[in-house]
């Protein structure tokens, strides 16, 4: 078996006004569009990794929130309904996907040899939060590829940025390594928005861009920054910022997506590309791709 | 039919231990048997509704409030799904959950029902309504705590509440899902070493039942911000439940207290408490903060700045005052600050204007006042109910109400320039509805400046800018 490899890592935003405003099948609301400079941004990213064959998608989403450990969905087959708990109206969700159990394992257990709470998810029953489901159904419709889900660790919550990000890195690392040892060519996703202030109205009809912009104009300088070192290859700048950034910006990284991505990517110093950016009931977001497939040897 | 009342408060523990796994700890074994004993209590109340406010449903669009009458589905819970599912199949009252969103309205809440087959009912409500209810034979309402509410805010949604208890006569049970300290243990554990995360979080958990068993639900709510910062760590929703507890029960300190167990759930700090309201005779009340009846907070950043009109109705018309024929109006014109010029009079006691104009000017020794409606400064309700709602859709109004709510407006104005009632002499009334209201008005208007008498003219016109059916154009002379 040959080493494996990480294809690209990418963030990935999941609000389901996203899936909402695509009226895919699966998708029991009906909109009149929305947010097309995000949705386009994903066709871009689809259409970018399509020249790139992979196995398996591993994705961090910040809505399967653990507080004890850090869990990896542990069954090979997941199907139900995903209705959003904050916005039911915008997303009820007829999902079934599959889980590279494998892989998960392999993670989890690079993960509890270096001291990290963990656990395998194996009850039949669990209901796949809506942040994975979102992730999984713009990043690949199709649904064709296995997935591995971890949950996010709330130790921003229990200690701080600093040390949710000491956690991050880690797992980041045996994330790494597991891909490495299983042979896989693998994407890995950080399910995340960037600034997450959200506006506490929704307007009549929820597809009404006249009424989207950015919360503020300090939430915009703060995406901004970080989409600046993101395309310029700077992404040990965004970890040593993290805190500032998480805490300022109320950024979604405090689930520690983007800290555990830029990790298993080994921190890149080249640049990324931006697909797009685009708020979500004010807060800001952007699909961005490493294109770790440029950069990275494969000794094969 | 009753008057409607809170028969029972009860804080119950939201993890799901103590339905899948009472036998692994004696400590869950103590909540699990309180829970039981609780539901007992509840049976032999003849209480006719459960409401449950619960920490473990977070929401961002003002509050949510379950409607689906019959919610099925098998909850597994994201960090402890290992120790099972559990299946629920609940009796919801949605009627009355849509009366109580519509309640919301009326007092500036931003609120919404939902009703989605499959919509994840979350940990802590499950674990409270299939214990306390477990043959389903009370039917039950389910509210989400707001991430970004207030105190003011979080009474309020109490106060709209208590609103609907009473008209529809209902003996209400009034249940916070929550755990008091809520830090767990960030390792997984043996359910024999679980123990309360710390001496500190143990000693604030003492002294907050402490307070519940002497009936000072209250003290607990005006100490909310400072428990939080010491025993909570910041999840999504702050530890504000006792804020929506203590208002559904008057804010009171005088209640019967009983703790039924405290044990620790993971670390983090369980308790079932029953809440009696029952007046012990002990336990005084010195309100901390205004006691606020509708809400007038800032929510609408959705709107730029082009927009700020729709918004400046929005934010003022939010709130009102507290009179019961009070009622918050939903629509008109943009509020402004009142202009100043040479001899112009203003004060915050009188209503705030709708265009660009002074309460008053005075020339010489005349007053001449800009016309005055019923708006309450302030809140900009409108005493005896706006004549139409926000699509124009008319509305039931008390004339009377309203005009005498003129004629204090008037005062306030008048007395504000220095002058006295008994010096107007002159006014001009404009009603939009003479054949309906001239009789009240005239009525409230002998009562009133009609002891004083000035000469009066009455005018019926189309409308007004703000949905009132009544307002008056003042002359005083006041000699100096
Ligand atoms: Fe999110």
């Given at each position: ?300 | ?364 020794d005349m007053l ?42 008037v005062k306030?104005?008048v007395e504000?320039a220095g002058a006295t009632m008994d010096q107007v002499v002159d ?22 400046l009609?002891?004083v008498g000035p ?19 003042v002359i005083v002379h006041m000699p100096?």
């Amino acid at each position: 078996m040959g080493k494996g490899q990480i294809v690209a890592g990418c963030i990935a935003p999941h609000p389901p006004h996203l899936v909402y405003a695509e009226n895919p099948p699966q998708n029991e609301p009906v909109a009149e569009g929305g947010w097309e400079q995000l949705r386009w941004g994903y066709e871009r990213l689809r259409a970018s990794l399509s020249e790139h064959d992979y196995d398996a998608i591993v994705l961090l989403s910040p809505h399967w929130q653990t507080y004890v450990g850090t869990h990896f969905l542990g069954l090979p087959h997941f199907e139900g309904l995903s209705v959003d708990p904050i916005f039911p109206n915008l997303f009820r969700y007829h999902y079934d996907m599959n889980v590279d159990v494998e892989l998960a394992q392999a993670i989890h257990d690079e993960a509890a040899k270096a001291g990290l709470p963990v656990k395998m998810m194996e009850n039949p029953d669990f209901r796949v939060d809506y942040g994975t489901i979102t992730t999984g159904h713009l990043f690949n419709p199709d649904w064709d590829k296995p997935l591995v889900v971890i949950s996010s660790n709330r130790s921003t919550a229990y200690y701080s940025v600093e040390v949710m990000q000491e956690i991050m890195i880690e797992l980041g690392k045996v994330t790494r390594k597991a891909i490495e040892a299983s042979g896989k060519r693998v994407v890995v996703l950080a399910s995340n928005s960037l600034s997450h202030r959200h506006f506490t109205t929704e307007s009549e009809v929820p597809e009404d861009m006249s009424k989207e912009h950015i919360t503020s104009h300090a939430m915009h300088l703060w995406d901004m920054r970080m989409i600046d070192y993101m395309r310029s290859g700077q992404a040990q700048r965004i970890l040593d910022e993290m805190p500032e950034f998480t805490e300022q910006a109320i950024a979604e990284s405090d689930g520690g997506g983007l800290s555990w991505l830029l990790s298993t990517l080994d921190v890149p110093d080249y640049p990324a590309i931006l697909h797009g950016y685009g708020t979500i009931i004010g807060t800001g977001n952007a699909v961005v791709e490493w294109p770790c497939y440029a950069h990275e040897v494969n000794d094969e | 039919m009753s008057q409607g009342e809170i028969v029972a408060s009860y804080v119950v523990p939201v993890h799901p231990h103590t339905v899948l796994a009472p036998d692994q700890n004696a400590g869950w074994r103590r909540l699990r048997d309180a829970f039981d004993e609780a539901a007992q209590t509840i049976r032999d109340l003849d209480a006719d509704l459960l409401i449950i406010y619960s920490t473990t449903w977070p929401s961002i669009i003002g509050h949510q409030i379950q409607a689906d009458p019959n919610p099925e589905w098998v909850m597994v819970d994201h960090d402890f799904h290992d120790l099972g599912s559990i299946p629920y199949s609940f009796n919801i009252d949605a009627d009355f959950a849509h009366a109580w969103n519509e309640a919301n309205k009326q007092r500036g809440l931003q609120s919404r029902c939902v009703n989605y087959k499959g919509f994840p009912i979350d940990v802590g409500s499950v674990v409270a309504l299939t214990l306390l209810n477990p043959d389903n034979s009370i039917p039950a309402v389910i509210v989400s705590s707001n991430m970004y509410a207030n105190r003011s805010e979080t009474t309020v949604l109490a106060k709209s509440c208590l609103d609907v208890i009473k008209a529809q006569g209902r003996r209400a049970v009034a249940i916070t899902a929550m755990s008091l300290s809520n830090r767990m243990f960030t390792d997984f554990i043996q359910p024999e070493e679980d123990k309360i995360h710390s001496l500190k979080d143990d000693e604030w958990n003492r002294k907050i039942l402490e307070f519940l068993e002497q009936g000072r639900l209250e003290d607990v709510g005006q100490l909310s911000r400072t428990i939080h910062r010491q025993i909570r760590v910041q999840k999504v929703v702050a530890f504000k439940p006792m804020w929506w507890l203590s208002a559904m029960n008057g804010n009171r300190n005088d209640l019967t207290g009983r703790i039924l167990a405290y044990e620790a759930i993971h670390g983090a700090g369980g308790a079932v408490v029953h809440i009696d309201p029952t007046s012990t005779g002990v336990g005084d009340k010195e309100y901390d903060e205004d006691d606020v009846e509708y809400f007038h907070g800032e929510r609408g950043v959705l709107e730029g700045a082009e927009e700020s009109e729709k918004d400046a109705i929005q934010n003022t018309n939010a709130g009102a005052d507290s009179t019961d024929e009070s009622t918050a109006s939903d629509s008109g014109p943009a509020l402004w600050d009142p202009t100043e010029a040479k001899g112009s009079v203003n004060t915050d006691a009188a209503p705030k204007p709708v265009g660009a104009y002074p309460h008053a000017r005075k020339v010489g020794d005349m007053l001449f006042l800009s016309g005055v409606g019923p708006r309450q400064p302030g809140t900009n309700a409108i005493p005896g109910g706006p004549i139409h709602d926000e699509n124009g859709e008319p509305l039931e109004y008390d004339i009377k109400a309203q005009t005498h709510a003129v004629v204090n407006n008037v005062k306030r104005i008048v007395e504000e320039a220095g002058a006295t009632m008994d010096q107007v002499v002159d006014v001009t009334t404009f009603l939009v509805d003479m054949k309906r209201d001239f009789a009240g008005y005239n009525e409230v208007w002998a009562e009133t400046l009609g002891k004083v008498g000035p000469t009066r003219t009455t005018l019926a016109i189309d409308a007004l800018p703000t949905p009132i059916a009544v307002e008056m154009k003042v002359i005083v002379h006041m000699p100096e």
